[in-house]
């Protein structure tokens, strides 16, 4: 038997279904994130057209002010306030808060820093994402 | 340097970035209307005025710094190897480096009136 033959790759490490829902914010964490680049590097290069004048400036905003464009904005504050919730989450739990007290590993080896509150945080992160995106809705297409 | 230092700048990176977001993201809500905000003129007005453009610039090298970073964490989880990781480490200061150059080319000119 080759060595590599119960080897999944990549498939194996994004499959969010074995491991519950800190695999899904791992990769939640990493596609918003890409995400959140691309927009900076497409906000920097869409902003750059305030030095070609006014009608250069007036026409880029007829391309991304458009109910499109708006639901990607939407978009774009959902990943942005996940990132942020769940980043802090993380920063703490690298910082050592809320992963419990070390312990002897007794059967069946629960692992403490993958606690409820962990879990509860998560949840709350997509909560909040959701709500400021309704939020973010409210302001785009209620004027 | 080391990762456990690159780390403590990524997370600095992020926190500052987080509070000049929420400034840079309320100067667009509330200054009258969303479309209002974006338009030539407040837009120029927000790039002339100097503690802002500041601000932009502050924003555009700590995220900057913060995304490419994340990149390259991402980029190094997939795959390891010296000559891969050093391509990686170097391709995102790269990016890093034209990013900063092209924004902060833009708020300078914008800043100083060169439209």
Not at chain 1, 11 to 20: D, E, F, H, L, V
Not at chain 2, 41 to 56: D, S, T
Not at chain 2, 92 to 106: D, K, N, P, W
Request: aromatic share 10%; proline share 2%.
């Amino acid at each position: 038997m080759k060595r590599n033959d119960n080897r999944e790759g990549i498939k194996g490490m994004a499959n969010p279904g074995r491991y519950g829902i800190e695999r899904f914010a791992y990769w939640l964490m990493r596609i918003t994130g890409l995400g959140l680049l691309a927009y900076l590097i497409g906000h920097v290069y869409e902003t750059s057209n305030i030095i070609n004048g006014k009608s250069a400036w007036e026409n880029m905003l007829s391309i991304t002010q458009t109910t499109e464009g708006h639901v990607f904005l939407t978009l774009v504050i959902g990943m942005c306030v996940f990132h942020t919730a769940n980043g802090i989450r993380v920063m703490l739990g690298h910082g050592g808060y809320g992963v419990g007290k070390p312990a002897r590993p007794d059967y069946p080896y629960t692992p403490a820093s993958q606690n409820s509150m962990h879990k509860l945080c998560i949840y709350a992160s997509i909560g909040i994402a959701a709500l400021a995106m309704m939020y973010g809705l409210s302001v785009l297409f209620g004027e | 340097m080391r990762e456990s230092t690159i780390m403590k700048i990524h997370y600095a990176t992020a926190l500052g970035a987080v509070v000049l977001v929420a400034v840079h993201v309320l100067f667009r809500i509330t200054m009258g209307s969303f479309s209002g905000s974006l338009e030539y003129e407040q837009v120029l007005a927000n790039y002339k005025f100097v503690p802002y453009a500041v601000m932009l610039e502050l924003i555009l090298v700590l995220l900057s710094v913060h995304g490419f970073n994340g990149l390259r964490v991402i980029l190094l989880e997939l795959k390891q190897g010296r000559s891969y990781e050093k391509a990686v480490t170097y391709g995102c200061i790269a990016g890093m480096t034209c990013l900063v150059a092209f924004g902060s080319r833009t708020i300078l000119m914008a800043s100083m009136g060169m439209t």
